[in-house]
């Protein structure tokens, strides 16, 4: 594919909205007016790609994540003008309307990015991981030689007026140039488990190499950053697809194994020579995952009382406006609900969670094709055809990796829905669209003849 105009443009909207912050601390722009453009670009850049996606004829194998996404953007309408009309019957103003837009008009880039080439896309995830991670080892290094107020100082220059002072301990957590070091760890969970999924299916000596030092690289950057629930679905899908990967054959069972205890080796040597107290810098984060330090306020809103206060905006949406118990809590899923409506909910959840749809499409599709062949007493084409579709099986199901991941992020804050991450997820989600529609046409090419 030839790299145009309009996939550089594109392709810088979403890296400056993910890294926008380094704008902000390194070269002194205005912070609301950079953040504002940033968001404005994406919205602007949805709702082209929305005209775009009405008006084009794409492959059936993805039309019902079309219609989604089309439909996602009606319930905008829904949103905005009863968010207004509350708004005003209440003779009050409300600036969260921005906020909510993206929800509704930012997955149709995703079709946008269907059309770039795999390598355009690992490019910009490259970038947005790259300048995240200097974030972070920037602020963490600041927060250790300048300690709160040089924190402090750096927090009021991304987030004026904002400040959100975590600590464990004696540490400083680094927020990154996201400004918040639970939006910081969510761009690198993303990234880290596609660098650890292309790991597992590249070919090439060195490109595996340089795959999987960035991902020991983005972990170790997420233990600073001390976002604990980001760094759990990390660690989960780590092993999810690592287990994936195990169970491909033996050769790579083999592999696997090996991997883990040279691994575990080398992180073994390192800490036998790192004093117990610089250690202790690095791991704080695991502390949070102690029930007795844990945050009380984690659960809260989720009982059986606040249910039954929240149930017409689980319903209808507009928690905010209703002053609903769930909109306040901490675990996305339950404050998103409440927030836009159980219909809008559950055509969300069918984006962000489409490649569980499409992988089980794809085995479907697979054990009909299998029959066929047995049916019709084709060994040796059923022997080919059984080889070349686990591989297809086991590329596709490495590549929604980092899409599930981005979702399951939602169990705490929710900072994929944020304008720093939800550009991110759009690319990940379009590289598994490609991979899936490789592999869906490969199909059924091989079920015609």
Same mark, same amino acid.
């Given at each position: 594919?030839?790299?145009?105009?309009?996939?550089?443009?594109?392709?810088?909207?979403?890296?400056?909205?993910? %890294?926008? $912050?380094?704008? +902000?601390?390194?070269?002194?722009?205005?912070?609301?007016?950079?953040? &504002?453009? *940033?968001?404005?670009?994406?919205?602007?850049?949805?709702?082209?790609?929305?005209?775009?996606?009405?008006?084009?004829?794409?492959?059936?194998? =993805?039309?019902?994540?079309? &219609?989604? +996404?089309?439909?996602?953007?009606?319930?905008?309408?829904?949103?905005?003008?009863?968010?207004?009309? %509350?708004? /005003?019957?209440?003779?009050?103003?409300?600036?969260?309307?921005?906020?909510?837009?993206?929800?509704?008009?930012?997955?149709?880039?995703?079709? =946008?990015?269907?059309?770039?080439?795999?390598?355009?896309?690992?490019?910009?995830?490259?970038?947005?991981?790259?300048?995240?991670?200097?974030?972070?080892?920037?602020?963490?290094?600041?927060?250790?030689?300048?300690?709160?107020?040089?924190?402090?100082?750096?927090?009021?220059?991304?987030?004026?007026?904002?400040?959100?002072? *975590?600590?464990?301990?004696?540490?400083?957590?680094?927020?990154?140039?996201?400004?918040?070091?639970?939006?910081?760890?969510?761009?690198? +969970? %993303?990234?880290?488990?596609?660098?650890?999924?292309?790991?597992?299916?590249?070919?090439?000596?060195?490109? *595996? /190499?340089?795959?999987?030092?960035?991902?020991?690289? @983005?972990?170790?950057?997420?233990?600073?950053?001390?976002?604990?629930?980001?760094?759990?679905?990390?660690?989960?899908?780590?092993?999810?697809?690592?287990?994936?990967?195990?169970?491909? &054959?033996?050769?790579?069972?083999?592999?696997?194994?090996?991997?883990?205890?040279?691994?575990?080796?080398?992180?073994? *040597?390192?800490?036998?020579?790192?004093?117990?107290?610089?250690?202790?810098?690095?791991?704080?984060?695991?502390?949070?995952?102690?029930?007795?330090?844990?945050?009380?306020?984690?659960?809260?809103?989720?009982?059986?009382?606040?249910?039954?206060?929240?149930?017409?905006?689980?319903?209808? $949406?507009?928690?905010?406006?209703?002053?609903?118990?769930?909109? /306040?809590?901490?675990?996305?899923?339950?404050?998103?609900?409440?927030?836009?409506?159980?219909?809008?909910?559950? @055509?969300?959840?069918?984006?962000?969670?489409?490649?569980?749809?499409?992988?089980?499409?794809?085995?479907?599709?697979?054990?009909?094709?299998?029959?066929?062949?047995?049916?019709?007493?084709?060994?040796?084409?059923?022997?080919?055809?059984?080889?070349?579709?686990?591989?297809?099986?086991?590329?596709?199901?490495?590549?929604?990796?980092?899409?599930?991941?981005?979702?399951?992020?939602?169990?705490?804050?929710?900072?994929?829905?944020?304008?720093?991450?939800?550009?991110?997820?759009?690319?990940?989600?379009?590289?598994?669209?490609?991979?899936?529609?490789?592999?869906?046409?490969?199909?059924?090419?091989?079920?015609?003849?």
């Amino acid at each position: 594919m030839k790299t145009k105009f309009i996939h550089i443009l594109c392709s810088f909207i979403v890296v400056f909205a993910s %890294i926008r $912050g380094a704008f +902000v601390y390194h070269l002194g722009f205005p912070s609301s007016a950079i953040y &504002n453009i *940033s968001a404005l670009m994406l919205l602007v850049m949805g709702a082209f790609s929305l005209l775009g996606l009405l008006s084009s004829k794409l492959d059936v194998a =993805v039309i019902l994540l079309k &219609n989604a +996404v089309i439909l996602n953007a009606i319930f905008f309408i829904y949103i905005i003008f009863s968010s207004l009309t %509350i708004v /005003v019957a209440a003779g009050e103003s409300d600036s969260s309307l921005l906020s909510l837009s993206y929800f509704f008009l930012i997955f149709p880039i995703v079709f =946008v990015f269907l059309k770039f080439d795999d390598k355009l896309l690992t490019k910009i995830v490259y970038i947005i991981a790259f300048i995240t991670v200097v974030g972070v080892f920037y602020f963490f290094n600041l927060a250790l030689s300048g300690g709160f107020d040089a924190i402090y100082q750096a927090h009021s220059i991304l987030r004026p007026d904002e400040f959100r002072y *975590s600590r464990l301990g004696e540490n400083l957590l680094p927020f990154g140039y996201a400004g918040s070091h639970h939006d910081t760890a969510n761009i690198l +969970v %993303i990234c880290g488990i596609l660098f650890l999924t292309k790991f597992f299916i590249c070919t090439r000596a060195i490109k *595996s /190499v340089l795959y999987i030092s960035c991902y020991f690289v @983005i972990l170790f950057a997420i233990m600073l950053t001390g976002s604990a629930a980001n760094l759990l679905v990390f660690i989960f899908m780590s092993i999810v697809s690592l287990l994936c990967y195990i169970q491909k &054959n033996r050769t790579t069972m083999l592999i696997g194994f090996f991997l883990f205890i040279a691994i575990f080796l080398l992180i073994i *040597s390192t800490i036998a020579n790192i004093d117990p107290a610089v250690i202790s810098q690095f791991t704080y984060v695991f502390g949070k995952f102690n029930p007795e330090t844990m945050d009380e306020n984690l659960w809260a809103s989720l009982d059986v009382q606040s249910l039954g206060d929240s149930i017409m905006s689980v319903l209808f $949406g507009f928690g905010g406006y209703m002053e609903a118990p769930l909109i /306040v809590a901490e675990v996305a899923f339950v404050s998103l609900l409440s927030r836009i409506g159980f219909i809008p909910f559950c @055509i969300l959840m069918f984006i962000g969670f489409s490649p569980i749809y499409y992988i089980a499409l794809l085995s479907i599709n697979k054990r009909r094709q299998i029959q066929f062949l047995q049916k019709n007493r084709l060994s040796n084409l059923t022997r080919d055809f059984i080889i070349q579709s686990r591989n297809e099986m086991f590329r596709v199901l490495m590549m929604a990796m980092p899409v599930l991941t981005g979702f399951l992020t939602l169990i705490h804050y929710g900072s994929v829905f944020r304008i720093t991450s939800i550009g991110l997820f759009c690319v990940v989600l379009a590289m598994f669209l490609r991979e899936y529609l490789i592999i869906h046409q490969d199909m059924t090419i091989a079920q015609s003849s």
